[in-house]
C-alpha cells in the first residue's frame, strides 16, 4: 500500500493547514491511520490516530487545535491542523496498518515519505 501525503507549508503563528494522506488501497479495509511528526534534532511523535470505527486518540500537545479525519470514498486521510504554534513545526508522516495500531512509526507496514510543516512568528 503506498501512502503519499501533501498539504504542507509555511504559516505563521496563528495560522491553519490541512494535511492530506492518499492511500492506494481502500482505506476502509484499514484498521488503523495515524499521523506521527518528527522537528530537527528530536524523535519521531504520535500525533494523531483514527480507527475503522472513527475513533479518534490524540497527543496532548495538539488535542483541540488538530482534528483527524478520513474520507473511505476518496481512499484519504487528513489533518486539520489549526492555531498552529512553532513547536508544531516538523515533517509529518502517515502510516496504516491493516490489523493493529502501533506507537512507534517504523513498526506500521505502510507508512509514508512526509510533508514538511513551518510555523514561523
Known amino acids: 500500500v503506498e501512502l503519499v501525503e501533501s498539504g504542507g507549508g509555511s504559516v505563521q503563528v496563528g495560522g491553519s493547514l490541512r494535511l492530506s494522506c492518499v492511500a492506494s488501497?481502500?482505506?476502509?479495509?484499514?484498521?488503523?491511520m495515524e499521523w506521527f511528526r518528527q522537528a530537527p534534532g528530536k524523535e519521531r511523535e504520535e500525533v494523531a490516530r483514527?480507527?475503522?470505527?472513527?475513533?479518534?486518540k490524540y497527543a496532548d500537545s495538539v488535542t483541540g487545535r488538530f482534528t483527524i479525519s478520513k474520507d473511505n470514498a476518496k481512499n484519504t486521510l487528513y489533518l486539520q491542523m489549526n492555531s498552529l504554534k512553532p513547536e508544531d513545526t516538523a515533517q509529518y508522516y502517515c502510516?496504516?496498518?491493516?490489523?493493529?495500531?502501533?506507537?512507534?512509526?517504523?513498526?506500521?507496514?505502510?507508512r509514508g515519505q512526509g510533508t514538511q510543516v513551518t510555523v514561523s512568528s
Open positions: 502510516a496504516a496498518g491493516p490489523d493493529s495500531c502501533y506507537t512507534d512509526f517504523v513498526i506500521y507496514p505502510y
Open positions: 488501497r481502500e482505506t476502509r479495509k484499514l484498521y488503523c
Open positions: 483514527i480507527d475503522w470505527d472513527g475513533n479518534t
